[in-house]
Structure formats: C-alpha cells, structure tokens
Antibody
Framework: EVQLVESGGGLIQPGGSLRLSCAAS????????MTWVRQAPGKGLEWVAV???????YYADSVKGRFTISRDRSKNTVYLQMSSLRAEDTAVYYC?????????????WGQGTTVTVSS | DIQMTQSPSSLSASVGDKVTLTCRAS??????LNWFQQKPGKAPKLLIY???SLQSGVPSRFSGSGSGTAFTLTISSLQPEDFATYYC?????????FGQGSKVEIK
C-alpha cells in the first residue's frame, strides 16, 4: 500500500528546533518530488518545501534559511529540519508525494503532524 | 512569486447544482495547475492535475480546464460529499503556491 506517515510534531518554544519525519511505504521517495505543505489553524494551505528526484531543494520565502528538507534513501524517509521557529510556524505539517510526470500533482498525503510554537 | 487567486471565496449551492470555481495565476503557468479538495480535519485530496487530467479514482463529475493564467474546476452535479474547500496550486515555478481556497457550502 502506498502510504506516508509523518511524525515529530509537538510543542516547542520560539527560537527552538524540531525535525519532522515522513516515512514512505509502497514507493521510493527518491524517484519522486517530495513536498511539505502546512496549514495554520483556520487558514489555507501553504507550500513549504520540495526535494526533487535529483536531490535539488526549494523553499517558500517564509522558511528559507530556517528549514531544510532532506531524504534518507536507506530509510525511504523525508525530513524537515526546522530551526529558529516562530509563532507563525504553528500549523499542521503534511508530507506529500509529487508525481514526476505531468504537473507534479501531489497524489499521496500523510495524515499530518501538528507543530505548536509557543512559550 | 506567482500569486494564485481563487473565486469565489465561498458559495452556497444545492445538491445537483453545477458549480464552477475559478483560479487565476499572476503570470502564465502553462498547464502546471492542480486542484485539491479538503474536508475539515483531513489531508487534501488531488482531484485534477495538469489543469485538466482527472486523478485516478475521482468521480467524472469533476473536470478542469484552462491554461496560461485562467483555470476552472467544474462539478457537474454537486453531491453531498462534495461540500468542502477547494484549492488550486501551481507547480510551474518555485516557490509553488496555492490559492486561498473556495469553500462550497450547503444551501
């Protein structure tokens, strides 16, 4: 079964760091565009970052320089390392698979993990 | 960055109605446009990719059209399970960007 399972969310103080994990099953992450998308409480979807099949990474301006997306081929897992966290980073974070063909449509999503940045 | 603007922000409709949602890009994105449906507390679901291609398993009452800067999502006959928020998203330029969403509510 094709599946993504996120973990690592929690309550963190402003300025702190957190690493989110997204474990994939049923497909190989390094063959796809793996993406993180977040949704603040009561708000819309915000694209955060992507790592493409070639390993290149791209970020939203709001997280550039603070977040790092990476992948571990041996664990078939994608990560989002978040540092210098701010209150406005509070959100549900989703991991999603972007299919290489077509328009990189994100066809598989995890259940989401909640990050709360608060003192 | 490319701005995606959806209209309307919300609408009320009845079961059986035809519903058309619009998404405009601030510059041309060719066909690199995806549509998602999201229900409260759930992850988004891909409905349409490449502007007009129906994702596997999605009912045929959903259709997409457009290219360049103007796109539409049409639901030909609204069903009870279709009441949700719909988002468009461009993947032509990074950073990828979403529209603000269109909420379809029961009249």
């Amino acid at each position: 079964e094709v599946q993504l399972v996120e973990s690592g969310g929690g309550l963190i103080q402003p300025g702190g760091s957190l690493r989110l994990s997204c474990a994939a099953s049923g497909f190989i992450v390094s063959n796809n565009y793996m993406t993180w998308v977040r949704q603040a409480p009561g708000k819309g979807l915000e694209w955060v970052a992507v790592i493409n099949s070639g390993g290149s990474t791209y970020y939203a301006d709001s997280v550039k320089g603070r977040f790092t997306i990476s992948r571990d081929r041996s664990k078939n897992t994608v990560y989002l390392q978040m540092s210098s966290l701010r209150a406005e980073d509070t959100a549900v974070y989703y991991c999603a698979r972007g299919v290489v063909t077509g328009s990189y449509g994100m066809d598989v999503w995890g259940q989401g993990t909640t990050v709360t940045v608060s003192s | 960055d490319i701005q995606m603007t959806q209209s309307p922000s919300s609408l009320s409709a009845s079961v059986g109605d035809k519903v058309t949602l619009t998404c405009r890009a601030s510059q041309s994105i060719s066909y690199y446009l995806n549509w998602f449906q999201q229900k409260p507390g759930k992850a988004p679901k891909l409905l349409i990719y490449a502007a007009s291609s129906l994702q596997s398993g999605v009912p045929s009452r959903f259709s997409g059209s457009g290219s360049g800067t103007a796109f539409t999502l049409t639901i030909s006959s609204l069903q009870p399970e279709d009441f949700a928020t719909y988002y468009c998203q461009q993947s032509y330029y990074t950073p990828w960007t979403f529209g603000q969403g269109s909420k379809v509510e029961i009249k």
